[in-house]
Protein backbone atom coordinates (compact mmCIF):
# COMPACT_ATOMS: atom_id res chain seq x y z
CA UNK A 1 0.00 0.00 0.00
CA UNK A 2 1.67 3.54 -0.81
CA UNK A 3 1.95 5.83 2.01
CA UNK A 4 0.83 9.48 1.75
CA UNK A 5 1.63 12.71 3.03
CA UNK A 6 -0.48 15.43 4.00
CA UNK A 7 0.39 18.80 5.05
CA UNK A 8 -2.68 20.39 7.46
CA UNK A 9 -3.01 24.40 6.97
CA UNK A 10 -4.63 25.39 10.32
CA UNK A 11 -4.72 29.17 12.12
CA UNK A 12 -4.10 27.18 15.49
CA UNK A 13 -0.73 27.02 16.72
CA UNK A 14 1.09 27.82 19.38
CA UNK A 15 2.74 30.83 19.38
CA UNK A 16 6.71 29.34 19.83
CA UNK A 17 5.91 26.84 17.25
CA UNK A 18 8.72 27.84 14.81
CA UNK A 19 8.00 24.62 12.99
CA UNK A 20 11.29 24.08 11.89
CA UNK A 21 11.13 20.56 10.31
CA UNK A 22 8.61 22.58 7.88
CA UNK A 23 11.08 25.37 7.27
CA UNK A 24 13.74 22.63 6.53
CA UNK A 25 11.18 20.99 4.25
CA UNK A 26 11.22 24.13 2.49
CA UNK A 27 15.30 25.19 2.31
CA UNK A 28 15.14 25.28 -1.69
CA UNK A 29 12.17 27.91 -1.37
CA UNK A 30 14.80 29.96 1.36
CA UNK A 31 17.20 29.84 -1.54
CA UNK A 32 14.94 31.43 -3.78
CA UNK A 33 13.97 34.20 -1.85
CA UNK A 34 17.65 34.97 -1.19
CA UNK A 35 18.16 35.17 -5.22
CA UNK A 36 15.07 36.89 -5.51
CA UNK A 37 16.45 39.43 -3.10
CA UNK A 38 19.58 39.98 -5.32
CA UNK A 39 18.04 39.96 -8.40
CA UNK A 40 14.88 42.72 -7.41
CA UNK A 41 17.60 44.88 -5.55
CA UNK A 42 20.00 45.07 -8.58
CA UNK A 43 17.42 45.12 -11.65
CA UNK A 44 17.51 47.68 -14.34
CA UNK A 45 20.61 49.04 -12.31
CA UNK A 46 23.88 49.86 -14.80
CA UNK A 47 26.91 48.89 -12.64
CA UNK A 48 24.59 46.20 -10.96
CA UNK A 49 26.41 43.87 -8.04
CA UNK A 50 29.21 46.58 -8.33
CA UNK A 51 27.46 48.61 -6.12
CA UNK A 52 28.37 46.39 -3.39
CA UNK A 53 31.68 47.43 -2.86
CA UNK A 54 31.14 51.35 -4.53
CA UNK A 55 29.00 51.68 -1.66
CA UNK A 56 31.49 50.52 1.47
CA UNK A 57 34.20 52.54 -0.61
CA UNK A 58 32.45 55.74 -1.14
CA UNK A 59 30.30 56.14 2.27
CA UNK A 60 33.94 55.14 3.90
CA UNK A 61 35.79 58.06 2.04
CA UNK A 62 33.23 60.18 3.19
CA UNK A 63 33.69 59.45 6.63
CA UNK A 64 37.24 59.65 6.43
CA UNK A 65 36.86 63.11 5.49
CA UNK A 66 33.95 64.50 7.98
CA UNK A 67 34.93 62.71 11.01
CA UNK A 68 38.41 62.04 10.30
CA UNK A 69 39.17 64.90 8.85
CA UNK A 70 37.24 68.26 9.87
CA UNK A 71 35.96 66.71 13.45
CA UNK A 72 39.69 65.02 13.72
CA UNK A 73 38.23 61.76 15.59
CA UNK A 74 40.83 59.09 16.22
CA UNK A 75 40.66 55.88 15.44
CA UNK A 76 42.76 54.13 18.19
CA UNK A 77 45.76 53.59 15.89
CA UNK A 78 43.55 52.24 13.11
CA UNK A 79 44.29 53.28 9.49
CA UNK A 80 41.21 55.62 9.25
CA UNK A 81 39.81 53.63 5.90
CA UNK A 82 40.05 49.71 7.57
CA UNK A 83 38.23 51.55 10.48
CA UNK A 84 35.42 52.88 8.47
CA UNK A 85 35.25 50.00 5.94
CA UNK A 86 35.07 47.50 8.68
CA UNK A 87 32.59 49.66 10.70
CA UNK A 88 30.71 50.24 7.15
CA UNK A 89 30.78 46.03 6.75
CA UNK A 90 29.39 45.16 9.90
CA UNK A 91 26.82 47.82 10.92
CA UNK A 92 25.48 47.65 7.27
CA UNK A 93 24.89 43.73 7.71
CA UNK A 94 22.94 44.37 10.84
CA UNK A 95 20.69 46.83 9.64
CA UNK A 96 19.89 45.28 6.52
CA UNK A 97 18.66 42.33 8.44
CA UNK A 98 16.72 44.58 10.33
CA UNK A 99 15.31 46.36 7.10
CA UNK A 100 14.62 44.04 4.88
CA UNK A 101 12.75 42.40 7.36
CA UNK A 102 10.75 45.45 8.79
CA UNK A 103 8.87 45.23 5.46
CA UNK A 104 8.28 41.56 5.40
CA UNK A 105 4.31 41.62 5.63
CA UNK A 106 3.85 44.42 3.50
CA UNK A 107 6.65 43.43 0.88
CA UNK A 108 5.29 40.08 0.21
CA UNK A 109 1.79 40.60 0.67
CA UNK A 110 0.74 39.69 -2.82
CA UNK A 111 2.59 35.81 -1.91
CA UNK A 112 1.38 35.36 1.33
CA UNK A 113 -2.41 35.89 -0.16
CA UNK A 114 -1.54 33.61 -2.62
CA UNK A 115 -0.09 30.06 -1.51
CA UNK A 116 0.99 28.60 1.41
CA UNK A 117 4.38 27.90 2.47
CA UNK A 118 5.81 28.41 6.27
CA UNK A 119 6.21 32.26 6.27
CA UNK A 120 9.16 32.36 8.69
CA UNK A 121 11.43 31.46 5.14
CA UNK A 122 11.15 35.04 4.19
CA UNK A 123 12.90 36.53 6.94
CA UNK A 124 15.12 33.81 7.18
CA UNK A 125 16.30 34.34 3.46
CA UNK A 126 16.74 37.90 4.11
CA UNK A 127 19.60 37.22 6.64
CA UNK A 128 21.12 34.58 4.43
CA UNK A 129 21.24 37.80 1.72
CA UNK A 130 22.71 40.41 4.22
CA UNK A 131 25.14 37.37 4.92
CA UNK A 132 26.23 37.62 1.24
CA UNK A 133 26.24 40.77 1.30
CA UNK A 134 28.59 41.17 4.15
CA UNK A 135 30.97 38.31 2.56
CA UNK A 136 31.49 40.53 -0.34
CA UNK A 137 32.01 43.76 1.26
CA UNK A 138 34.54 42.03 3.59
CA UNK A 139 36.68 41.21 0.25
CA UNK A 140 37.43 44.78 0.53
CA UNK A 141 38.08 44.91 3.76
CA UNK A 142 40.34 41.80 3.92
CA UNK A 143 42.18 43.21 1.05
CA UNK A 144 43.07 46.71 2.82
CA UNK A 145 43.46 44.98 6.25
CA UNK A 146 45.88 42.26 4.69
CA UNK A 147 47.85 45.40 3.05
CA UNK A 148 47.95 47.33 6.33
CA UNK A 149 49.24 44.02 7.94
CA UNK A 150 51.98 43.75 5.92
CA UNK A 151 52.70 47.21 7.02
CA UNK A 152 53.12 46.74 10.04
CA UNK A 153 50.16 49.16 11.56
CA UNK A 154 47.38 46.41 11.82
CA UNK A 155 47.73 43.38 14.58
CA UNK A 156 45.12 41.31 14.55
CA UNK A 157 43.81 39.42 17.55
CA UNK A 158 43.73 36.05 15.17
CA UNK A 159 42.47 33.66 18.19
CA UNK A 160 39.81 35.72 18.36
CA UNK A 161 38.59 35.54 14.82
CA UNK A 162 36.50 32.10 15.85
CA UNK A 163 34.17 34.41 17.62
CA UNK A 164 33.48 35.87 13.63
CA UNK A 165 30.52 33.29 13.14
CA UNK A 166 29.15 34.02 16.60
CA UNK A 167 28.78 37.25 16.18
CA UNK A 168 27.21 37.37 13.02
CA UNK A 169 24.54 34.88 13.96
CA UNK A 170 23.91 37.02 17.28
CA UNK A 171 23.70 40.48 15.01
CA UNK A 172 21.11 38.44 12.55
CA UNK A 173 18.87 37.18 14.67
CA UNK A 174 18.61 40.25 16.70
CA UNK A 175 18.14 42.24 13.25
CA UNK A 176 15.61 39.45 12.06
CA UNK A 177 13.60 39.96 15.43
CA UNK A 178 13.38 43.34 15.54
CA UNK A 179 12.50 43.82 12.28
CA UNK A 180 9.79 41.23 12.10
CA UNK A 181 8.03 43.01 15.35
CA UNK A 182 8.51 46.05 13.46
CA UNK A 183 7.18 43.96 10.39
CA UNK A 184 4.13 43.19 12.57
CA UNK A 185 3.58 46.21 14.18
CA UNK A 186 3.41 48.10 10.42
CA UNK A 187 0.35 45.91 9.27
CA UNK A 188 -2.01 47.93 11.45
CA UNK A 189 0.02 51.10 12.36
CA UNK A 190 1.62 52.14 9.12
CA UNK A 191 3.22 55.27 10.74
CA UNK A 192 5.85 53.07 12.45
CA UNK A 193 7.32 52.27 9.09
CA UNK A 194 8.37 55.79 8.27
CA UNK A 195 10.27 55.95 11.44
CA UNK A 196 12.16 53.08 10.89
CA UNK A 197 14.57 54.69 8.19
CA UNK A 198 15.28 57.53 10.35
CA UNK A 199 15.98 55.00 13.49
CA UNK A 200 18.33 52.83 12.03
CA UNK A 201 20.07 55.80 10.86
CA UNK A 202 20.39 57.16 14.50
CA UNK A 203 20.78 54.00 15.87
CA UNK A 204 24.12 54.23 13.91
CA UNK A 205 25.47 57.17 15.92
CA UNK A 206 24.82 56.05 18.97
CA UNK A 207 26.70 52.88 17.84
CA UNK A 208 31.03 52.97 17.82
CA UNK A 209 30.66 52.77 13.80
CA UNK A 210 32.33 55.99 12.74
CA UNK A 211 34.30 56.48 16.00
CA UNK A 212 35.93 54.01 18.71
CA UNK A 213 34.52 53.04 21.72
CA UNK A 214 37.44 54.88 23.64
CA UNK A 215 36.71 57.88 22.22
CA UNK A 216 34.00 58.47 24.70
CA UNK A 217 36.66 57.94 27.61
CA UNK A 218 35.17 57.60 31.41
CA UNK A 219 31.99 60.15 30.44
CA UNK A 220 28.50 59.55 30.94
CA UNK A 221 27.31 58.85 27.69
CA UNK A 222 29.65 56.01 27.25
CA UNK A 223 27.63 53.99 29.28
CA UNK A 224 24.81 54.89 27.36
CA UNK A 225 26.80 53.16 24.37
CA UNK A 226 27.37 50.29 26.42
CA UNK A 227 23.95 49.30 26.91
CA UNK A 228 23.02 49.91 23.40
CA UNK A 229 22.88 45.79 22.70
CA UNK A 230 25.14 46.45 19.27
CA UNK A 231 27.94 47.59 20.82
CA UNK A 232 29.16 44.75 22.12
CA UNK A 233 29.33 42.63 19.39
CA UNK A 234 30.76 45.52 16.96
CA UNK A 235 33.33 45.75 19.23
CA UNK A 236 34.34 42.46 19.65
CA UNK A 237 34.42 42.59 15.96
CA UNK A 238 36.96 45.41 15.67
CA UNK A 239 38.83 43.60 18.81
CA UNK A 240 38.99 40.34 16.74
CA UNK A 241 39.80 41.98 12.57
CA UNK A 242 41.70 45.08 13.95
CA UNK A 243 43.55 43.99 16.98
CA UNK A 244 41.58 47.04 18.49
CA UNK A 245 38.25 47.19 20.82
CA UNK A 246 36.66 47.72 24.42
CA UNK A 247 35.46 44.05 25.20
CA UNK A 248 33.38 44.02 28.34
CA UNK A 249 31.90 40.57 29.51
CA UNK A 250 28.55 41.94 31.04
CA UNK A 251 28.40 43.76 28.20
CA UNK A 252 28.45 41.25 26.09
CA UNK A 253 25.94 39.10 27.78
CA UNK A 254 23.54 41.19 28.26
CA UNK A 255 23.85 41.91 24.16
CA UNK A 256 22.94 38.16 23.82
CA UNK A 257 20.55 38.00 26.45
CA UNK A 258 18.66 40.95 24.40
CA UNK A 259 19.01 39.18 21.44
CA UNK A 260 17.59 36.02 22.70
CA UNK A 261 14.44 37.89 24.05
CA UNK A 262 13.88 40.29 20.68
CA UNK A 263 13.87 37.10 18.56
CA UNK A 264 11.60 34.76 20.72
CA UNK A 265 8.98 38.08 21.45
CA UNK A 266 9.66 38.45 17.54
CA UNK A 267 8.34 34.75 16.68
CA UNK A 268 5.82 34.91 19.00
CA UNK A 269 4.32 38.10 17.42
CA UNK A 270 5.09 37.02 13.84
CA UNK A 271 2.98 33.75 14.67
CA UNK A 272 -0.04 35.98 16.06
CA UNK A 273 -0.10 38.51 13.03
CA UNK A 274 0.71 35.91 10.44
CA UNK A 275 -2.88 34.79 10.89
CA UNK A 276 -4.71 37.81 10.11
CA UNK A 277 -2.18 40.76 8.59
CA UNK A 278 -4.27 39.92 5.30
CA UNK A 279 -7.22 41.67 7.19
CA UNK A 280 -5.41 44.99 7.69
CA UNK A 281 -2.25 45.16 5.81
Not at 61 to 82: R, S, V
Not at 125 to 133: D, E, G
Not at 199 to 219: A, N, R
Not at 225 to 237: D, G, S
Request: hydrophobic share 50%; aromatic share 16%.
Amino acid sequence: MENKHYTLITAEHKFLDLKLKEVWKYRDLIVLFTKRYFTVQYKQTVLGPAWLFLNPIISSLIYCFIFGGIAGMGTDGIPQILFYMSGNAIWGYFSSCLNNNANTFKSNAHVFGKVYFPRLTVPISNVFASVIKFGIQMILTVAFLVFYCIKGDVHPNWWALCFLPVILIELGLMGMGLGIIISSLTTKYRDLSVLVGFGVQLWMYITPIVYPLSQSGDSWYKYILLINPVTAPVELFRYALLGQGTVQLPYIIFSVVFTMVVTILGIMIFNKVEKTFMDTV
